[in-house]
């Protein structure tokens, strides 16, 4: 809402909204700060600096967690944070280009620019929530199989410790074993809204499960058997992850997957096309998504692969497609669908050695950020006071 006061604007609004919040943390950091990097030179008037450097400033400095957030190190006391940013950096999955192993280095890298106090969603992330780097999950680089089962268990415990699961990989195989992770805790059955230029459904890839699968293997048909003759794949859907509760959006280019086709007409998933998005705008993309994904659904999960968003925004991907989204629209629309809630999320398949200035980090980072903010914002995660909520 625009008008001649300037009171009227988000942003004079938001100003006024983060003043209230406390900036303990950041006295906090400082004074931490202060006692593990030492008093700085003399002739540094500020003296809240520090001789070496040991929290968010110089955000160039230091050692890279995602946000410069404290790493888990030890993994059991990961249910002291209210979420948790965990890389798998595993690319075998990739039947194009490869290089999504050096996807979280890369998000945590370009991640140490944001404070996470943001004017636009009026939100101060570093004070109002517990983030944490619960490092890189041991994938096997060889083995698919060996590295879902890895992947399963990490994710798994994350979730089950209390804190949401940010996943940063890696290829979209990891769709199937994130998912895994989360599903069989949810009394109930779980939406997916998977943003993505690509249907990812069909059964296998030149005879593996590639990343063009993991919503075969996540979603399951009612009408086959349980037993598909994969010894070695010892899953076959998981049962509270109905295909009817997926919804594949921002679907298009030309590489379409004949098989995936298949699948998804038969099971009977919701494509979203881009023209579908373009056509109904990035509000009602939001809200049908929502709507679908959430009927009959005790949780939601979302998995956005960086392809949706336009290669020249994105470049860094395995199989980059033209006439995606842009940035602005993405964001959007990850804000209102996060903005009711999520069980976990996953950003998938950026891929450095692509990438041209971390633009395709960057945005898979600002996917996080933007999907944390306004969780917090609607009360959904952290803690915001209750000065703050409803407003
Ligand atoms: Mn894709």
Redesign the pocket.
Known sequence: MTGDHPHDFRGNRNLEKLSRISQTREAREIERGLEHGLTAAESVEDRSISLFSRGHQPAFAGINTFMKMPYCEDIRNVGRYDAAFVGVPFDTGTTFRPGARWGPQAVRRISALYDGYSVDAGVDLFEEMDICDAGDVFVIPGNIEKTFDQVSKAVSHIYTSGAFPIICGGD?GLGYPNVRGVAPHIDGNVGIIHI???L?IQEKDMDERMHTTPWYWTTHERMEGTHRGHDHMHDVGLPNCPPENLVQMGIGGWYGSRPGSIVARRRGTSVVTMTDVEEMGPQKAAEVALELAWKGCKAVYLSF?I??IDPGFAPGTG?P?PGGLLPREALEIVRLIAKEGLCAMEVV?VSPPYDVNDNTAQLACRVILDALGSMVAAGQIGHRSGVMQGE
């Open positions: 979209h993505d230029r690509h990812d692969d392809d949706s199989t497609e398949e």
